[in-house]
């Protein structure tokens, strides 16, 4: 693995294993990931919108997206870092 990879691949993998981690406790603790998340978007009653939706098709797509956008985001912050430490 080459170095300039090293926090693109990190910021990857830890954003899949926290990716899954969150997925199984949705799954265990639906009221409380409701209460959650709402904490974190300042209040909204997400709870209104529906239920969880949590689809094999839903996982994987939102696992690979959120994998994939971190990957990009640890490219660009290590880019960025570099050139800016000069």
Known sequence: MKQQYAIPNVLAVTTAIVFILCRVLVG?????????????????EISKLGVWNLTMQSFVLGLVSATITAWIVGYIFTKTYKLLVK
């Open 28 to 44: 265990l603790f639906p009221d409380a990931s409701f209460a959650i998340a709402q904490s974190w978007f300042h209040g909204i």
